[in-house]
């Protein structure tokens, strides 16, 4: 067999031989065309088995070309989303900047408007302020926010301005205002009614005070009256034209409190006038007659009633006419029915006719007796009494009385 001297790699055992046969252990020499594959096998054996024999001068290019290949692509993808995420900072920036403006804008306008707002607030509190008239004093409990009854039209105005509407009733003409009602007669001050908070009397009592508001300030020498869901509180006084004026508290029964309140001349003051007025025949000395008549029966009322508070029985019981005294009964009869009486006082006495010799008289009367040893029964009453001087001196010929309200207050 011709010898090839051309060296080759045992498969077998993986010796390197240059004859037919391995040297080593027999094999024979592959053919050539296993030797292509033991080659390619050599090739791989030699990777496989010794690694660091490739120098890194010869894989450093592949490396860095694969590197390259995949590095390349992925930094331009970065760079483009920088650029994008870096136009997007610009824009939330710009946008920002733009809210913000915005935002101080709207500040300073609304510290523009508030501002201004106070000004004007101001400006109508400086307005209102000195357009505000102080409530003068006064001198009667016969008036109501600063205003009397008697007072001109001219002193109406000073006080309380120009009117908001006029409004005319007969003989009396109405001045309305938007806290007060002033009624005028005869070119006086003749009548006030007022429903609100702003306007007070004398002692400080306004709309939504208390009933015991009024008791405390005015005592209870007072006319009672139901009306309606309104119970009506009245107290008399004197007024500058020395006629009789009566101060009406007006009280809500749902809660106690102060509805309204109003000041007047009652007409029935003004009938022994009025009566004398129509009839032209009248002298003067009729009319004065008739007046000095009304102040004595008044008089007489009053004597009559003090005499029961002093236990003055016999002095009460001579002021009865006989045929009173026969309806009575006799006098220690009248008398027993006054036992437990601690007082009898009248008041808003008024004359509602008048012959001369006969006067007939409207009021209130105000019992208070003893009751349950340590307290006080106190009654009011809505009275009429006729008096004559037809026997020469004023005698009650007459007497009615209607309960109006009741009581209990302790000693």
């Known amino acids: 067999m011709e010898e090839n001297n051309e060296k080759w790699i045992c498969p077998s055992c993986g010796k390197s031989n240059d004859k037919n046969f391995c040297f080593f252990c027999g094999h024979p020499k592959p053919k050539t065309k296993l030797n292509s594959d033991v080659k390619i096998r050599k090739s791989n054996r030699a990777i496989l088995i010794k690694p660091n024999t490739i120098t890194p001068e010869i894989n450093q290019p592949e490396h860095e070309s694969e590197f390259k290949s995949t590095e ?9 989303e920088n650029k994008i995420n870096n136009k997007m900072f610009s824009s939330n920036i710009l946008i920002g900047i733009i809210i913000g403006i915005i935002l101080v804008f709207a500040i300073l306008m609304g510290i523009y408007i508030v ?11 400086t307005i209102t302020s000195s357009e505000k008239k102080e ?4 001198d009667s409990d016969l008036s109501l926010g600063g205003l009397e009854l008697g007072y001109s039209v001219d002193q109406m105005h000073e006080i309380l301005g120009k009117e908001t509407s006029i409004d005319e009733k007969g003989i009396y003409k109405f001045y309305n205002y938007s806290d007060i009602q002033v009624g005028v007669k005869n070119g006086k001050v003749d009548a006030l009614v007022s429903n609100s908070s702003a306007v007070a009397t004398k002692r400080g009592i306004h709309q939504g005070s208390s009933l015991e508001d009024v ?3 005015y005592g209870d020498n007072y006319n009672k009256m139901d009306y ?24 809500s029964k749902s809660n106690n409190q102060v509805s309204y309140i109003s000041v007047r001349i009652p007409e029935e003051e003004n009938t022994d006038t009025q009566s004398s007025d129509t009839n032209s025949n009248k002298s003067s000395t009729e009319k004065n007659t008739n007046m000095a008549s009304a102040n004595e029966a008044v008089q007489a009322l009053n004597s009559y009633y003090a005499a029961i508070t002093r236990h003055d029985m016999r002095a009460a019981y001579n002021v009865l006419s006989d045929d009173m005294q026969t309806h009575m009964g006799s006098l220690n009869d009248y008398a027993d029915g006054y036992k437990t009486t601690l007082s009898d006082s009248i008041s808003n006495v008024q004359v509602t006719s008048n012959s001369g010799d006969e006067i007939a008289l409207s009021y209130t009367l105000t019992a208070r007796d003893s009751y349950n040893s340590n307290s006080i029964k106190e009654q009011t009453f809505a009275c009429t009494a006729l008096l004559s001087k037809k026997t020469g001196s004023w005698h009650i010929v007459d007497m009615s009385a209607k309960k109006q309200g009741e009581r209990i207050m302790s000693r």
Request: aromatic share 12%; net charge negative.
């Open 135 to 138: 409530v003068p004093s006064v």
């Open 215 to 217: 008791f405390n300030k």
């Open 228 to 251: 309606d869901d309104l119970v009506l509180y009245e107290y008399t006084f004197a007024a500058n034209n020395d006629k009789n004026g009566i101060l009406r508290f007006a009280i």
């Open 72 to 80: 390349k692509p992925q930094l331009e993808q970065n760079d483009k």
């Open 115 to 125: 501002s201004g707002n106070d000004k004007i607030f101001e400006n109508k509190a």
